[in-house]
C-alpha cells in the first residue's frame, strides 16, 4: 500500500474509532455524571454547533499519534512493535490523563468525573496501540 495512503488510513480510523468511543463513554457510560454538574458544560445546542471543532481535534490529536508512531516507535526494534505500540500509547495517554485529572482543581466538577476522564484517556491509550499495531504488524515482519 502507498505510504501516504497508509498514513492517512491508520489516522482516519484512530481518529473514528476514538470519537465514536468517545460518544459511548461520555455520552452514555457516565451521563449522569456531566448531569449532575450541568451548570458547568454548553448545553446540548451549543455542542452540536461546535461538532466540527470537535471533529477537528479527533482528527488532528490522530494525525499527531500516527507521526509520533513513525518517528520514534518505527525506529525501534521492529520484533517488539506490539510492546512499543503500547508503551508509547500508554505514555502519552497518561500524561495526557494526569492534565485531565487536575482539572478536578479548576472546574468545580466531582472527583469522580475527573477520574473517569483519566480512564478515558488510558482507554485511548490502549485503543491507539491496538489501531497502530493492526495497520503496521507486517511491518514487524521486515
Not at 454538574?37 to 479527533?58: D, K, P
Not at 508503551?87 to 466538577?109: A, D, N, Q
Not at 489501531?131 to 511491518?139: G, M, P, R, V
Request: with cysteine; charged share 15%.
Amino acid at each position: 500500500m502507498n505510504r501516504y495512503l497508509h498514513f492517512f488510513l491508520t489516522f482516519a480510523v484512530i481518529a473514528i474509532a476514538l470519537f465514536v468511543f468517545d460518544i459511548i463513554f461520555h455520552g452514555v457510560l457516565i451521563k449522569g455524571y456531566y448531569e449532575q454538574t450541568a451548570n458547568l458544560w454548553r448545553s446540548e445546542n451549543e455542542m452540536q454547533n461546535l461538532v466540527l471543532f470537535n471533529i477537528a481535534t479527533y482528527l488532528s490529536s490522530s494525525f499527531i499519534a500516527v507521526v509520533i508512531f513513525e518517528q520514534f516507535v518505527l525506529k525501534l526494534d521492529k520484533k517488539d512493535l506490539l510492546k512499543n505500540c503500547f508503551k508509547i500509547s500508554i505514555l502519552i495517554t497518561t500524561l495526557i490523563g494526569i492534565i485531565m485529572v487536575r482539572f478536578y482543581v479548576f472546574i468545580p466538577m466531582t472527583l469522580s468525573l475527573s477520574f473517569f476522564w483519566f480512564i478515558n484517556a488510558i482507554f485511548h491509550g490502549v485503543i491507539v496501540g491496538l489501531i497502530l499495531y493492526s495497520f503496521n504488524k507486517n511491518k514487524s515482519l521486515k
